[in-house]
């Protein structure tokens, strides 16, 4: 066991990428399905941390995972605040940005350069921020949780770029942007039987028309 302290945080940020996923039920189905694979990526971070914490061996895998999941993940993040705060996007759009992404997180891992990684991130996060200030007219709370979901993976790669000992600062700041997607996306829960009740609507008037 290397050390206490790194096993404790990749499980706190283990358990963040599980909450994630509870809050997230709130949420409307694009968005949820978009942050449900951010936090399976944030998920198998934590997972390579702790086996780095336990096998220091491991540390290099740990570092290629880290480098591809900061390109990717705060990808599908944003389309998941996107999806949340007007409307899903076009397949056209989301598959490639999330190809284009990972593509640039496994050059930069096997070519060991993080500032490939970090060009698409600081795309992803000025595109968070300018949601969040539109959104910040028709709902505070939720462009506040907009805000800490971009600032907490500015402060994720501050602490990665300090060397291998910020990785774990890495994910427990991922983690924290993680919950503030979540967060953002997630509907009251008044919001959430009105669109049920919507759905059962349409549901019937399909049925009756038949």
Request: hydrophobic fraction near 60%; include cysteine; aromatic fraction near 8%.
């Amino acid at each position: 066991m290397n050390d206490f302290g790194d096993i404790a945080f990749a499980c706190v940020a283990l358990l963040a990428a599980l909450l994630s996923i509870l809050v997230a039920q709130r949420a409307g189905r694009a968005a949820r399905e978009y942050l449900a694979f951010a936090a399976a990526l944030y998920g198998a971070l934590a997972l390579a941390d702790l086996a780095a914490a336990l096998y220091p061996h491991a540390a290099l895998l740990a570092t290629a995972v880290t480098l591809t999941i900061a390109a990717l993940a705060p990808c599908a993040l944003l389309l998941s605040l996107i999806s949340a705060f007007t409307r899903p996007p076009s397949a056209w759009i989301a598959t490639p940005a999330l190809l284009i992404t990972f593509a640039a997180g496994l050059f930069a891992a096997l070519r060991d350069m993080p500032f490939v990684t970090f060009a698409p991130e600081a795309a992803c996060l000025c595109a968070m921020l300018a949601l969040a200030a539109r959104q910040f007219r028709h709902g505070r709370a939720a462009a506040l949780h907009a805000m800490v979901c971009a600032f907490g993976l500015v402060a994720a790669s501050a602490a990665f770029m300090t060397g291998d000992e910020g990785r774990t600062g890495f994910v427990l700041f991922a983690a924290a942007g993680l919950m503030g997607a979540a967060l953002a996306g997630a509907k009251p829960s008044g919001e959430i039987v009105e669109d049920k009740r919507l759905g059962d609507r349409r549901g019937f008037a399909i049925d009756h028309r038949r």
